[in-house]
Every structure is written in C-alpha cells, then in structure tokens.
C-alpha cells in the first residue's frame, strides 16, 4: 500500500484543528486533518458558548486575520450579548451562547467542502522523525525533523509538518467520583502512545485537569424559579462579514446554590477526586469546580448557576458554575438542594479529565517546537483552556507553516497589536502553572487592542496571506479614512467658541447628542461603526496617546533582537536561574528577556551590552 502525502497533517478536529487545517488548505497547500471520529468535529465539549472577556476580542481578530470561529458562532448563536458595556471601551467583549450541534455540523461542512483539506478517520499513535545534521536545522536544537504519522492499524501517512492539535485526548482520564474511564471526553477514547513519543525525542511533560457540569433535561427545570437574563435587542455578530443573525435569539436563566448545597459538597469532600488525592493535574483557578468555591469561599452563602440552553431543537441544559466531579448520587443531592433544579432529570454528569501537556516554553512564537523541525503545537496541548484560545493558536500555527514551507517570514503579533500577540508572548515565554485562559488585564495595552478596531489592527495580515479578499481590505480601509475624516469634520465645526470634537469629549456627551446640534457633518460618514470608532477615540483620546506612547517605548525594545545562536553560558555576571531559562527560552528580542519570571533588570542589561557588542564586532567585520 502506498504512503499517501501532503504538505501539511493536522491532528485532532477540535477548534484548534480547525483553523489549523482551514488556514493550510486556503493558503494553498495539501492539508490533512486527522481525527478520531470525522462525526465529532468542531465539537463544542464544555459550554457551547463562544466569546467573553478578552476571549471576544480574540474571536474578532481570528475573523480579521481570515480565520472561521466568528463566521460559525454568528451562523449559529441563539443568545448574544456584549458584557461590560458600563465600563469603558477596553474591557467590553462580545459573547454568544450558541446552539451546539448547528455548530459542529456547520464546521464540518466547512471543512468538507474546503477545496485542498482531506478529512482522514484514524488514531495517531506515533510521529515519523529522521535526524538531522547541524548544517541543516532551522534551529540549533533540531535534532530531528518530522516527516508524518502513523496510525494505529499501521497506517502511514507522510508530510513535511504535523501539527499537533489533540486537546484533552494525550493519555486523557476522565473522573466521576471514584469512577475512572480512560478517555479525552465521554464517549471517546484516549490517545496514549503519542505522549510518549514525544518524552522520547526530549520534550517536557506536564499533567493538567479541566472539568465539567452536569446536563440537565431543560423540561424538568422550573423556571419560574430563576432569574430571566436576556440577550441584546440588537445582537453585535462577531464576524467582519456577518450581516444578519440568522437564528432565533432565547434568554439563559440565573439560579442559586444556598447552605443546604454547600453541607452536601462538604461532605463529600472525601469522595471528590480533587481533594482525595486522585486527581494530580493542576485545575484552573479562574473556574473552579463548585468543591473549589465552597472551599475557598467559605463566607459566601450561595453561587451563581447560569442556566444555558445548548440548542434550538434539544432540551439538554448546561449548568454553567457548578462545574463539578463528585460522585452521581452527590451530584444528585446538589441540584435536589436548589429550588429550580429540585426535580431536574440529568442527562448527562459532570465529570473532570486529566490529559498531558507539554509546557509551551518548548514552542518557538510560530507553534514550531524547539526539538523538532516541522512540529507544531497548537491548542489544549500548550497548557491553554477554551475554545477561543485553542482557535487562534490553531490559525497561527497553520499559517506560520505554510510560511515556512514557502520558506517566508514567520508571522509573528506583537503584545502591542493583538490578544493574540499577549497569547503567544505569554506562552512562550513562562510555562503555565494551571491552565492558561486569557483575560483583558493581561493585555497592558488594551484600549488599543479592541473588539471593534480588529479588523482595523489586522485585516491587512489576513489579505497579504490570502484569507482576506481585497474587497473587504478596501472596506476596511474606507472606514479608516471615514474615521479620520469625521473626526477632521467635527474639530473644524464651533459651536459656541468650541468644536464638536471638544464637545464629544465631554463625559455627558454622546454622538447622538452632537450631531443634533449642527446639520454640517457629512452624512455618509454616519456609519454605525465609523461613529463607535470616532466616540472611542475622542472620548478616551488622552488615554489612548498615552497607550501609544508606552507602545513606542515597548517597540524600542523589541526591536533590539537576540540571535537565536546566542550563547548564554558566556554571559558573565548573570544568576544562574536567569542563565537557566533564558537558554530554555530562548527570548527573541531584549524586551521579550525583560518579562521572564526571574530574569532581573541588571541581567537583562548585561545581555544587552554583549549583544550590542557582538552586532558592533560584526559590522566591524564586513
């Protein structure tokens, strides 16, 4: 039998290796995406819910760049809502409850009907790697290059990169109770020599645990006993291209944990696996199990439930904020105990699962791995949780190795331009304790990385690769220059010895209220989003000078670049726990060097001198 070949195998059908092998496939190359079932893509295995703070923002740029989770999420949300909209620009984020089969079949048909992308059904139990010699690697640490896969019926299919996008499946084990399936998610099976494989060619290897709520049958909920929360009257779509929301839009429900529910769990602490010793995957702090929080807020009398319907034609219900893996019976006790859910039939319980790692400070900021040459990582497998972020690591590793391939530039965002620059940087540069999950505090420059300037900051990206047309670049360039005409307009008409421009940035003002007052302003700059733009940026346009000038002030910085030869052992005077990670990680710039954990003010000034002296010695030279 032959080997069949392409340019580029993906491995695993979650969000991560769906943009991985859309992005491959539109930019040209033979792409493979190898999945455990084909039936299963794109599944949402948590909460069908896409977005959320600094997680929206993510979504718009992934849609900016050309990739697809906007486009799905709007095809498929049933509730929509923009959170923080009290607060200031920065921190507002889109979010969408969505219905979850509508979504995963739309991804599938997206990926089946994506010219140049084979969907393959198969385990991927092992890599195909060949040495390589010094003259030849792209890195100094490539001691081997992957040539493709093999499948666990001894299938062989051979490809130039591999992109590992496998989620909770490495050597996952799922817990209820005392009960243990081996297992990525119910139903499905774990991939368990592949971890192996890769301690053999010298990677590191971490455990880390996510879990999940019990399911309910929405029919058996009384709602009369919640409280209504309703979407927007006027849903924002993620999506650029995104015209009209296509679904009916229905309202999620709040609900309360009380004492009585909080005993039950206390009880059982010993049975949890979490507290029992059975568990040893670090969970996240930022989303507890419902055992965490009656733990760590002992003082608090009760929790917020969001009661979440996962579908227009299903009365499964998810129970967002009880996250939990107690045994069944106490998981039983735990929703008899609360008012609304008393008499809830579950169709399915919560559970927690454990899966490998492997630290991503073995990752390059392309998603290439330092010990192998072809060999991307992307997804839950870098020590990240959540859809969003498994989807923008997916879409940039894709990219970066169809670059490579055509021997070009990597594409690499700074924190400055992107979440998903703040997502790398923060990636490869500290291995994550729990699991990692963005949030707008990690982006120092937030006002400027905004939901509704993305396809501003980043559309130009997506039309040079490929995945954006130059139809929509014009548009976006249009309302550049809309923008900058309105607000040209508005400081040049005075009212009263002041312009309009000064009025907007007056806290009591708003547009509405401006454009009232003179009938002068040009009435096709009043476009919805050329008017959000230009409020944002007079009303917050002290601040934002500010973000731009610390942004000029990082980039000098980042632009003072160190050689990937550089030789840590010759720095004299650093300690040795910054020579330790700085020759694990390998910075790319001095600034990048100034943000490791451990790495001081004066070692980075001394790496700087060497450097500086060594690229002077070289000039010398030629």
């Given amino acids: 039998m032959s080997t069949p070949h392409f340019d580029v195998i993906v491995v695993g059908g979650g969000h991560a290796g769906i943009e991985a092998a859309l992005?491959?496939?539109?930019?040209?190359?033979?792409?493979?995406?190898?999945?455990?079932?084909?039936?299963?893509?794109?599944?949402?295995?948590?909460?069908?819910?896409?977005?959320?703070?600094?997680?929206?923002?993510?979504?718009?740029?992934?849609?900016?760049?050309g990739g697809e989770m906007g486009k799905a999420a709007d095809a498929t949300g049933i509730q929509f809502r923009m959170l923080n909209t009290r607060k200031g620009p920065a921190v507002r984020a889109p979010r969408c409850q969505s219905d979850k089969d509508?979504?995963?079949?739309?991804?599938?048909?997206?990926?089946?009907?994506?010219?140049?992308?084979?969907?393959?059904?198969?385990?991927?139990?092992?890599?195909?790697?060949?040495?390589?010699?010094?003259?030849?690697?792209?890195?100094?640490?490539?001691?081997?290059?992957?040539?493709?896969?093999?499948?666990?019926?001894?299938?062989?299919?051979?490809?130039?990169?591999?992109?590992?996008?496998?989620?909770?499946?490495?050597r996952g084990l799922m817990h209820c109770g005392e009960a243990k399936t081996k297992g990525g998610r119910v139903g499905e099976e774990s991939i368990d020599h592949l971890s192996l494989k890769l301690d053999a060619l010298g990677f590191e290897r971490g455990r880390?645990?996510?879990?999940?709520?019990?399911?309910?049958?929405?029919?058996?909920?009384?709602?009369?006993?919640?409280?209504?929360?309703?979407?927007?009257?006027?849903?924002?779509?993620?999506?650029?291209?995104?015209?009209?929301?296509?679904?009916?839009?229905?309202p999620?429900?709040?609900?309360?944990?009380?004492?009585?529910?909080?005993?039950?769990?206390?009880?059982?602490?010993?049975?949890?696996?979490?507290?029992?010793?059975?568990?040893?995957?670090?969970?996240?702090?930022?989303?507890?199990?419902?055992?965490d929080k009656v733990v760590r807020f002992k003082d608090r009398e009760r929790h917020q439930i969001f009661i979440e319907p996962e579908g227009l034609d299903t009365d499964w219900v998810y129970?967002?904020?009880?996250?939990?893996?107690?045994?069944?019976?106490?998981?039983?006790?735990?929703?008899?105990?609360?008012?609304?859910?008393?008499?809830?039939?579950?169709?399915?319980?919560?559970?927690?699962?454990?899966?490998?790692?492997?630290?991503?400070?073995?990752?390059?900021?392309?998603?290439?791995?330092?010990?192998?040459?072809?060999?991307?990582?992307?997804?839950?497998?870098?020590?990240?949780?959540?859809?969003?972020?498994?989807?923008?690591?997916?879409?940039?590793?894709?990219?970066?190795?169809?670059?490579?391939?055509?021997?070009?530039?990597?594409?690499?965002?700074?924190?400055?331009?992107a979440y998903l620059g703040v997502l790398v940087d923060d990636l490869v540069i500290e291995n994550p304790l729990e699991p990692y999950r963005m949030f707008s505090s990690r982006a120092e420059y937030r006002l400027l990385l905004r939901a509704d300037n993305a396809d501003v900051r980043?559309?130009?990206?997506?039309?040079?690769?490929?995945?954006?047309?130059?139809?929509?670049?014009?548009?976006?360039?249009?309302?550049?220059?809309?923008?900058?005409?309105?607000?040209?307009?508005?400081?040049?008409?005075?009212?009263?010895?002041?312009?309009?421009?000064?009025?907007?940035?007056?806290?009591?003002?708003?547009?509405?209220?401006?454009?009232?007052?003179?009938?002068e302003i040009s009435p096709e700059l009043l476009h919805e989003e050329v008017i959000e733009q230009v409020e944002i940026e007079a009303t917050y346009s002290t601040y934002i000078d500010r973000q731009k000038h610390q942004v000029e002030k990082f980039r000098q910085l980042e632009t003072l670049a160190i050689p990937d030869s550089f030789d840590y052992d010759q720095v004299p005077a650093i300690r040795n726990e910054s020579r330790e990670k700085l020759r694990a990680i390998r910075p790319r710039s001095i600034g990048q060097a100034s943000r490791i954990s451990g790495v001081t003010p004066a070692d980075v000034q001394v790496i700087l001198a060497m450097v500086d002296s060594k690229s002077r010695r070289a000039q010398n030279r030629s």
Wanted: with cysteine; charged share 20%; net charge negative.
């Fill in 208 to 250: 880390l645990k996510t879990g999940t709520p019990p399911r309910v049958d929405g029919r058996t909920v009384d709602f009369s006993k919640t409280e209504v929360q309703p979407g927007d009257e006027k849903p924002k779509p993620f999506s650029h291209f995104t015209e009209t929301i296509p679904l009916k839009q229905v």
């Fill in 319 to 417: 129970l967002n904020g009880i996250s939990t893996s107690l045994p069944a019976e106490v998981q039983d006790q735990i929703l008899a105990s609360i008012p609304a859910l008393s008499s809830a039939k579950v169709l399915q319980y919560g559970y927690a699962v454990e899966y490998d790692f492997f630290p991503p400070t073995q990752i390059t900021p392309t998603f290439q791995t330092r010990f192998v040459e072809g060999l991307y990582f992307a997804g839950q497998i870098c020590g990240t949780s959540g859809y969003e972020e498994a989807a923008g690591q997916g879409f940039l590793a894709g990219v970066n190795s169809v670059l490579q391939l055509r021997g070009e530039d990597p594409f690499v965002l700074d924190r400055a331009e």
């Fill in 23 to 65: 992005a491959c496939a539109r930019m040209g190359v033979q792409a493979c995406l190898v999945t455990l079932r084909p039936d299963a893509i794109g599944r949402m295995s948590c909460n069908p819910a896409i977005g959320g703070l600094g997680k929206g923002q993510m979504v718009r740029e992934i849609d900016a760049l």
């Fill in 102 to 170: 509508k979504y995963q079949q739309r991804q599938q048909e997206v990926c089946a009907n994506t010219p140049g992308l084979t969907i393959l059904e198969g385990k991927v139990e092992d890599l195909l790697v060949e040495k390589t010699t010094s003259s030849e690697r792209i890195l100094p640490t490539h001691d081997h290059r992957v040539s493709g896969v093999i499948l666990n019926d001894g299938r062989k299919v051979s490809a130039r990169v591999v992109i590992l996008t496998a989620g909770t499946f490495l």
């Fill in 458 to 519: 980043l559309m130009e990206y997506g039309h040079k690769f490929g995945l954006i047309s130059s139809e929509a670049l014009k548009k976006v360039e249009k309302k550049k220059e809309s923008v900058q005409t309105l607000i040209g307009e508005l400081d040049s008409i005075y009212l009263k010895g002041k312009s309009l421009l000064k009025i907007l940035r007056q806290p009591e003002m708003d547009f509405a209220q401006v454009n009232e007052l003179t009938d």
């Fill in 252 to 291: 999620c429900h709040i609900a309360y944990t009380n004492p009585q529910t909080h005993e039950s769990i206390h009880n059982n602490l010993d049975r949890a696996p979490m507290y029992n010793g059975q568990i040893g995957g670090q969970g996240p702090r930022y989303c507890p199990s419902i055992e």
